[in-house]
């Protein structure tokens, strides 16, 4: 082999085997089927050990990327984890859903002449590694210190926050509205990007090692916060994600057939309803479907409805591919299955027949102007331009705001305009005494491991706090 | 698991009551107030109006009509057998003030969730006139409690096998016409709701009707529930399950709770056939 092919190999990414398109756009088994063995130890060939690694810049919780790569480099796979665990708890998840082109991958040095190490599909590896063939092992905890703690909503940030606590050695109990945990990881993502099993897998280690369940607790309603110290918590933290779905506000929205995506993804994630009538929850099967807007949300939702059988799928976002939110594979994987992208172009109605359900929407098209406040730039209506889409479902996926259900029953809690709960970025503290806060319901609908990486720093500030005082 | 430690049936079997054990639904709920209930792993979450509640003995009542699969599974349930999962108390409470005359008119499964409703007025003191009615005579619900809890007491069928021959809103126009009413409380299937509150509202009676839109998880998160009121959307399952009566778009609720009827219809032909066969 010349010198020059090895250069060519080393420069080449590992590709990570996946369904074909055309097969698993009709199932909702996971896509990217994972690296073997060899193609994992290859890639973690590829990482230069850099002396001073950016990439861990790009990482939200730090997480030591050499030397986890370098230790499955090695072969040593169990300890590649171990290294991983000290800053990510959910690498097996993180690994999958974490927009790494703009986060750890998108500072990888490798990245600047070549396509960058694949961090995440290593953290995956990993993971998966120890999931399938690992020793079981459950971390040791500390000494009980006989606080008691209220983790509210068990998303990544809340399984994060109890995950810490418990192995400090505090008596920890997760409440949950929904009678599942997990979270958006269970409601929201779908079963071919994100196996419910493995988050199943995760929680199930939190109550292994002694983390207790609510389920079917709506904090607010089932019970206050003001309530949960009167039960003898000493903490309480508040994790509930932002679980409001945002309408378009247009005419014609309370058709059949018009749906937000929370409520789209929960019928297809949650209740299974992709096996109706095996289970009891119906789910609209649109023939020709719209999905309004261009986020991971809205690539779920297309993606599900191809798998329902759907003839047609179109994404339609009112700005142009470079301002598409979602993470890249995403947008890749929708494409090559078959989904259409109708850009800058925006829904004005929505037309219904006689029944009251949906059959088609008005849209108009956009161009893009100045840059807004986001920086992105503006997309202004095209005046005469509208023009009609057929269309039997629409999933409206443009984004989501503070749910009020646990914030308007608390007292002395502030939030901000948009209702979001306010507190300090650095340890999570909101201004009621004894409450923290994290993940989308402090940022707004941001990623998991920004959500776990709010709950590490409570962790930590709820720690300090049970030993020495607020 | 939710224990069943009651159960009981109505109206020819097709209305169901089950006394639940949940200990700290029981303590919190109000009159108003619902729950979600969900039989087993692959049941449906299905949004129901307690009836009742016991805080001491720490169970709840719900009463409910068997009209598809969901409600046909929770009527195989015995006692001692119960729902993996219940959610709640859910939903704003009725706010039960003293405003003098009150009349509540029940249709049909409605009566269960006016019940607590008509209670809580007359414990509030209010003079309570209620108005019940079904189809038939043995169809009624609930006629003795509804009674106990009223001053006044009324039944209609429409077959006239019991009580005045006719619908409720004959004898709610009666009233309306010899007496000065301060409210009303409408609660039964839509289209009932809608005359009750086209006719309170030729006598500027202000009426409270209590919404049944296709729910999922109760708590603002779908916007499956969502109704309009005033023109305005709402989110039934945390701003209601209670609108004035004389800002809802009736018909388009009633459109919407047609969404999954051959979804539901098949789904119900399913579960009968394979009940046949075991
Ligand atoms: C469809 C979809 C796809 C996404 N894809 C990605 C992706 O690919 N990559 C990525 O990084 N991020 C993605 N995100 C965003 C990411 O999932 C969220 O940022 C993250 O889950 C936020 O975590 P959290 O713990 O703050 O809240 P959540 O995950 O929203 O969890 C909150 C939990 O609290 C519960 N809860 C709410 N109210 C109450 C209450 N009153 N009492 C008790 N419990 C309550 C909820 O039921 C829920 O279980 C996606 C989001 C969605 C919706
Ligand atoms: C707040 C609230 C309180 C209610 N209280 C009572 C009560 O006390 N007693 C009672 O008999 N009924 C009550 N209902 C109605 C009850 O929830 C429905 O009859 C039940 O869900 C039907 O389910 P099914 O599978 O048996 O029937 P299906 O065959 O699924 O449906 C029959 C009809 O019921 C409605 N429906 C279906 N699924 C739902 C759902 N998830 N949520 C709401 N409606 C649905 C639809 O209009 C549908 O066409 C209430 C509904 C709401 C929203
Ligand atoms: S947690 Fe996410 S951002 Fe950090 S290294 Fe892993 S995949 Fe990259
Ligand atoms: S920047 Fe890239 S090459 Fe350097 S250590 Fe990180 S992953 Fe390895
Ligand atoms: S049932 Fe989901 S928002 Fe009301």
Redesign the pocket.
Known sequence: MSEKTTQKEKSSRQSMPEQKAEVRKRNFEEVPLGYSKEAAMAEAKRCLQCKKPSCIEGCPVGVDIPGFINLIGEGKFAESIKKIWEKNSLPAICGRVCPQEIQCEGKCIVGKKAEPVAIGNLERFAADFERLYGKGEIPSKMKSTGKKIAVVGSGPSGLTVAGDLILKGHDVTVLEAFHKTGGVLVYGIPEFRLPKSIVASEVATLEKLGVKINCNTVVGKSVTVDELFQEGYDAVYVGVGAGLPYFMNIPGENLIGVLSANEYLTRANLMKAYLFPNVDTPIPMGKNVAVLGAGNVAMDSARTAMRLGAEHVSIVYRRSRQEMPARSAEIHHAEEEGIEFKLLTNPTKFIGNDKGRVIGMECIKMELGEPDASGRRKPVPLKGSEFIVDCDLVVVAVGAGANPLLTRSTEGLSLNKGGYIIADLENGKTTKKGVWAGGDIVTGQATVILAMGAGRKAADSIHKYLNWGW | MYKIVKREEMAEGTVVLNEIEAPSIAKKAKPGQ?VILKANEEG??????M?DTDPEKGTIT????V??????LFKTLKVGEGYQDVIGPL?QATHLDKVGTVVCVGGG?GV??LYPITRGLKKMGNHVISIIGARTKSLLILEDKMKEASDEFYVCTDDGSYGHKGFVTEVLKNILDKTKVALAVGIGPVPMMKFVSKITKDYDVKTIVSL?????DGTGMCGGCRVSVGGKTKF?CVEG?EFDGHAVDYDELMKR??A??EE?ENC?LKFEASKKAA
């Open positions: 619902f449906e979450r299905i949004p129901l109006t009836a719900i009463i409910y009509m009209v598809g699969k969901s409600t046909a939903g499964t269960a969730v049944n839109p296709i729910m999922i039934a399950p709770l047609q999954y009827r539901e119900r």
